[in-house]
Structure formats: C-alpha cells, structure tokens
C-alpha cells in the first residue's frame, strides 16, 4: 500500500521561509519523479516544482529562484524549501508520485 504524508504548513509572515517535507511509503522515491502542486481556494491545482529519479529539477515560474526541491532517497522523503514566501504562495500543497498523491498540508503567509 502506498502511502503519501506532507508535512509542515502552516501560519508564515510575508518574507518567511517553509520546509515541506513529503514521507512516502510502499514505493521507491528513487525511482519515481516526485511533484509539488499547490491549490488556492477557487483555483485549480497547479505545477510547482518536481525532480526526477535523474535529480532533474523543474519549477514553476512563481517560484522560481524561491523555492528548492529536493529528495532524501535513504529515507524515501522529498522536500520543498520555500523561502521569500509571499500571500499569493498561500494555498493547500500537495506532494506525489503519480498517481499516488498526499492529502496536502496548508500554508498560509499573512502578517
């Protein structure tokens, strides 16, 4: 059974920093390309990050510059380090490996 966790949302001031992290189980990181999407509240969900089992990165444009990717294969774990957090990166952000994804961890930038 495979399963997806993000972890670490929450409440940030403009300028702040995350670390999403992304616990997987049942299924190798290593071999699979691990995405991050977001979803606003009436929006729909979008591309933010991914890297490949090749350690390719790709971002969105938003995010560029801001945020980093990354994956812990021994622990079968990914990350996105998000820094200079602005409002318009709140949303619910979502970790998977397609088709198996999370049920998402919220954040929030507001002062």
């Known amino acids: 059974q495979v399963q997806v966790v993000e972890s670490g949302g929450g409440l940030v001031q403009p300028g702040g920093s995350l670390k999403l992290s992304c616990a997987v189980s049942?299924?190798?990181?290593?071999?699979?390309?691990v995405d991050w999407y977001r979803q606003a509240p009436g929006q729909t969900r979008k591309f933010v990050a991914s890297?490949?089992?090749?350690?390719?990165?790709n971002y969105a444009e938003a995010v560029k510059g801001r945020f980093t990717i990354s994956r812990d294969n021994f622990n079968n774990t990914a990350y996105l380090q998000m820094s200079s957090l602005q409002a318009e990166d709140s949303a619910v952000y979502y970790c998977g490996l397609q088709p198996y994804w999370g049920q998402g961890t919220q954040v929030t930038v507001s002062s």
């Open positions: 890297i490949t089992k090749t350690w390719l990165e």
């Open positions: 049942g299924i190798p990181i290593r071999a699979n390309t």
